[in-house]
């Protein structure tokens, strides 16, 4: 492998229907014939990666490791985030969900607050969520907390090491930024890391959003599961919504990506405002 030289290679037509098939059964993201150009890409990125000549040669690696499925489908879902991404989830959770659900609890004797984010990625959303929630709880002697899951050990990790470029957090308040990040000198100058009181409320765990029963004990007052659905057929997406469902207290929120929709699907929640649903 000393001599590699990277080439950039075409996926054949045989190539893309076994991969999209493969994808599809391990992950239930959907690879239409639109998305051909984009998978090119993404493997030619994991041939650099690996060093493998040839996309049929990456198929014979990809069946001859277990480990590469989870890499496959990491670099095929991968997209953009940023803290306090689509804020206008933050507004609502702050106007209305926060106070609503926190009431709610109080009612029901309860003094906990659940929040699942369920496609954490690289830990931006979740992170930004945990921000906002211990504002929002800091003087009101209740507890909170928040699982966030992803399909990929690999984004997991580097969610939970919570190393942030500058760039990404261009939407953090700089009291948030000093209050809830320490800045990084010499080697890692443009660089933050979340605290370490911040960090302990945030669980990460590896989860296939379509498994059949999730490990949690206790419903959840909010889950947000943005942009994901883009990936899943209508058939999964009404699988997904409904499995979400059925673990939200009655009052709580689902939160979609902005670029999604939930109609054409049969599913027992109310639209409230656009990508925000909530339990019946």
Not at 17 to 22: C, E, M
Not at 86 to 109: S, V
Not at 223 to 244: G, K, P, S, W
Request: include cysteine; aromatic fraction near 12%.
């Amino acid at each position: 492998m000393s001599n590699y030289e990277y080439k950039a290679q075409i996926i054949d037509a045989k190539s893309y229907d076994y991969i999209r098939k493969l994808v599809y059964q391990h992950s239930r993201i959907n690879l239409g014939d639109d998305k051909l150009d984009l998978v090119s890409a993404r493997l030619n990125k994991r041939l650099r990666e690996t060093k493998i000549l040839t996309i049929p040669d990456y198929i014979d690696y990809l069946n001859a490791n277990e480990g590469e499925m989870e890499n496959l489908i990491d670099i095929i879902s991968t997209n953009h985030t940023f803290f306090f991404r689509e804020i206008q989830h933050f507004e609502f959770m702050q106007t209305h969900a926060l106070p609503e659900l926190h009431n709610y609890a109080k009612n029901q004797g309860g003094s906990e607050f659940r929040l699942w984010c369920a496609a954490s990625s690289s830990g931006d959303e979740p992170y930004s969520l945990a921000i906002q929630l211990q504002e929002y709880f800091k003087n009101k002697n209740f507890n909170w907390d928040i699982q966030a899951t992803d399909i990929s050990n690999r984004i997991l990790a580097k969610a939970q090491n919570a190393v942030f470029p500058e760039e990404r957090l261009k939407e953090v308040r700089p009291d948030l930024l000093r209050s809830y990040f320490q800045k990084g000198f010499g080697a890692q100058e443009g660089f933050y890391r979340v605290k370490e009181e911040l960090r302990q409320k945030v669980t990460f765990s590896r989860l296939n959003l379509l498994q059949p029963q999730y490990p949690f004990q206790k419903p959840f007052h909010v889950i947000f599961c943005r942009n994901v659905m883009i990936y899943f057929d209508r058939q999964t997406q009404e699988e997904l919504v409904n499995h979400l469902s059925n673990i939200l207290v009655p009052g709580g929120y689902l939160m979609i990506g902005h670029s999604e929709s939930l109609t054409g699907i049969k599913h027992p929640l109310k639209s409230v405002k656009p990508a925000i649903y909530q339990k019946i």
